[in-house]
């Protein structure tokens, strides 16, 4: 009998979530007590997989404490069924994650904030999906409120990640490198997920449970088997042609998950569905498409469009325009558009097309996805 044989058949869809209980908020006060006394850190947090609904049959209960003295020892304890672990933070740590937390600042001309190192985020997403125990100087910031701004630094923190392997890519492919073109379309296609789940308000940082938070995602269905087979290493192309085919579809369904995302999720929790946004097939050559070069990217003083080595401002309602451009006629697109929005129903055409033209114009809207790579070999 294999290893596996007792496993139940893999299906698109993901096991219940196991959070955080009481069983185990008890087990990590019982620990705080019996280290501390009376005299716990003055912030204390639970966090980590459990709090994020991904539990497992070993996840430890994880427990963040401030540092003040440096007198603490990072260790796990055993209480009852669970192991709580307990994790130091700095004070300057703690206050990072507090202001992340507190509100998205980032702006087109400082990104200061979405440039902070990936452990720094690390601690801000904890603190956002955390379980407060202690706050003795009240600094931190009701669920929802930090939440909202961690949602929003994630969304702004994978938009770029999305333009920049955009760019590895057509750089590789540029010079005839077809390995560092799939890999980097790969990574775009990640971080363009990403985007999706953390719109839907499933915030969290590591790339372990990628799938299992995509299946449990409202409105997802087939999506995650779409999703599967562009990620998945299966044939290796077998000429620059269907290299080149790949690492644009990769970017083109990677460029939309990040529309979707800052278009739906960036004020409150989206629920997009991801059946139609990546998944409905090729466009037919030679309509007009968005171009999978440019990726969109939200500030908290407006919106660009970041195309290889330059970005355009544009507005939300040119992001849509642009995003959803897949192969049919504008008057079809601005007739979708005004279905689903009033704004679109009542925009004039003149304006729409406009619009069209602009992105024409700076190529983020194209009949040829290709054209821009021809020029630059």
Known sequence: MSPNSTLPSLEPTAPPDV?????????ARAVLDSVFGERWPRLVFVSGSLAAGL????????????????????????????????????????????????????????????????????????????????????????VQERRTAVRRLLLGRHALMVGSYAEDVLGALTSRDPWTALRSSELALEHGIEAYLTAHDDLYVGPKFLYRRLARTPGVGTGVAAMWDLLARGDLPTSPEDVTRLVVTRLRAATLLMADGILSGFDEPSSSTLGGTTTDGEPEPGTLVTSPWFCPIRFSNGWGLAGPDRGFRVSGPVVRI????????????????????????????????????????????????????????
């Open 19 to 27: 959070g955080l209980g009481a069983e185990h908020l008890d087990a």
């Open 55 to 142: 539990g497992h049959a070993w996840s430890d209960v994880d427990v963040y404490v401030v540092d003040d003295a440096g007198d603490i020892e990072s260790r796990a304890y055993r209480r009852g069924p669970h192991t709580v672990q307990i994790n130091l933070m700095t004070p300057a740590a703690a206050a990072a994650a507090v202001s992340t937390c507190t509100g998205f600042v980032a702006r087109s001309d400082d990104r200061t904030q979405l440039e902070q190192t990936e452990d720094a985020v690390r601690v801000a997403v904890r603190l956002a999906i955390a379980e407060i125990l202690h706050d003795a100087d009240g600094v931190v910031p009701p």
């Open 322 to 377: 642009w995003s959803a451009f897949d192969g049919s006629p504008a008057d079809a697109v601005l007739a979708r558009l005004g279905a689903e929005d009033e704004a679109f129903a009542s925009m004039p055409q003149a304006d729409f097309h406009a619009a069209v033209e602009h992105l024409r114009s700076i190529q983020a809207l194209t009949v040829d996805p290709c054209s821009l790579l021809e020029e630059r070999r």
